[in-house]
């Protein structure tokens, strides 16, 4: 516990000096609002762009989001309990855009030293462009990142402090934060070298008993990015008694109503700027006594973008935007990828990966990465480098390889249970792995192994002992006959072109797409339009 303390005291320092006058404490002898502003995922989004919902039974689409519009709506919500508001962001902000890859992360550190975050974690994709990249840019913040469970691999020390204390209004709130664990395992071996990731439970009750026993802490937060089914898995540990609430990230769940747990709540707050969590307590003599949540949208029009924090943008994106505004070609119909099964942006991908590699099963990860792209009816709309960077934003090159029927199948079985086992701490993700030239039918919730029901390929029943072609990007770090996490494939080798190499040429020869949703993956026990599981709650997204 002595790097637990070292790092503590550091924490504690920074959040209750300015709220300590004299070296004493603020006496709380009366009802108290404090009012905790969450963002998540932003997955470096800065500019207002379309977000997709599910209403009515049907896909609508509405702008929002941009960081300078994020900054007008956080001083707008303090300035209404400016001695009661704190703001935290709860990981993967500097991957996942043009301007994030092509800086390496590096245009966020004068923006976020802008938006008034009290504190930040580390997400998944954090680690992207490699340690000592992730360490400088997020020290660069000028605001405290905190992880209780990332620590150098060579000396054990912590990278960051594990927690964070800070006093309002004479209540004492203390935050404990959670990286992923199988981040080395979820994302390229080779983004993580140097870190290690300690399981949750490792340090979880120790802390638990530092800030609330030795601290004093009257309201206690875990920030975690696991993702909703791990995180609601782990409000229902007993070890969570004594933490009042559980601030999730990481599947881009829009939780408009905190999730019960048997032991805490759990909330998350959506993705890409477009959404701003808003968690109201009021506290008196150190306990809760009464609470409201609000998943806020930043609608641009409600909110007209910070003057300062847009200039830093304009200033940071300016040697990048020519290359992100460049069309590479038009879509007919909207392109999204926020459905578990099947979505018409990974359709588009995998159909273009195949027409380049002429492999009989072409296949790429699902996650419901990338803000959408509406069409308005009867037109068209572009597809730039920026959008690209979006629907891709790790640029690999493409590895082919050869694997049986029944290696096919195996992995498929497995990719199955990742995405639906009932135990939460045995999935992976949440959406199931895309492709194209495959057909699958299959059952949700059969038990492990028995959930394919039927394979086709090239419009044929899989055979077992038929060898097939398949591609997949690489993963750097992991072995050469691994494709999309199935081992032992066989004849595989690297391309000497990249998946965006692959889509612009596919964009230059096509003009303009319409990818549909052709059924190449379909749930037999599940309905057409899933976009969330979490068996054991009423949650839907919408």
Known sequence: ?????????????????????????????????????????????????????????????????????????????????????????????????????????????????????????????EVVYGKQTMMDVLTQYDTPVISANMYHETTGESLFPQ??????KGVKLGFISYNDPEIPVRQNPSFSEGIRFDPIDANLEALITELKDNQNVDVLFLVTHIGISKQYDLANNPALERVDYLLGNDTH????????????????????????????????????????????????KKYAADEKVAQIIETA????????????????????RYFVVENPMDNFITDAARWKTGVDVSISNGFRFSTPISVEEGGKSPITKADLWSMLPVNEKVKIGKASGQQIKDWLEKELHNVFAQNPTERFGGWLVRFSGMELTFYANKPKGERVASIKIGGEPIQDDKL??????????????????????????????????????YLKEKGTIAPSLDGRAKALDLGPNVLSQLPGTDYQFH
């Not at 902000?93 to 966020?108: D, N, R, T």
């Not at 019960?260 to 006594?289: C, N, R």
């Not at 097939?468 to 080798?493: D, F, Q, W």
């Open 1 to 125: 516990m002595q790097s637990v303390k070292h790092w503590g005291l550091i924490a504690l320092l920074i959040g209750t000096l300015s709220a300590c006058k004299d070296g004493k404490t603020p006496v709380q002898d009366s009802e108290q609002t404090i009012t905790i502003l969450q963002t998540a995922d932003i997955h470096g989004q800065l500019f207002p762009h379309d977000e997709l919902f599910w209403e009515d039974e049907q896909i609508t689409f509405r702008k929002l989001g941009g960081l300078a519009h994020v900054k007008t709506l956080f001083e707008d919500e303090r300035s209404k309990n400016p001695e009661g508001t704190l703001i935290l962001d709860g990981g993967d902000l500097i991957q996942g855009s043009a301007y994030a890859a092509l800086s390496e992360g590096k245009v966020f550190s004068p923006i976020i030293q802008q938006m008034g975050y009290d504190f930040l974690i580390p997400g998944n994709w």
């Open 163 to 168: 927690y964070f204390v800070k006093e309002l």
């Open 253 to 300: 769940e829009r939780i408009r109503k905190p999730l019960q747990a048997k032991y805490t709540k759990v909330t998350e707050p959506g993705a890409f700027a477009s959404f701003v969590g808003k968690l109201t307590l009021t506290v008196k003599d150190g306990e809760v006594v009464s609470e409201a949540y609000d998943l806020l949208e930043v609608d641009p």
């Open 317 to 336: 994106t300016a040697p990048y935007q020519e290359e992100a505004n460049e069309v590479l070609g038009y879509t007919s119909v909207p392109l999204y």
């Open 468 to 505: 097939y072609t398949m591609s997949a990007c690489r993963r750097e770090g992991e072995p050469l006959p691994t494709l999309c996490r199935m081992p032992n494939t066989v004849e595989t080798e690297v391309m000497d072109y990249t998946i965006h190499d692959v889509i612009e040429e």
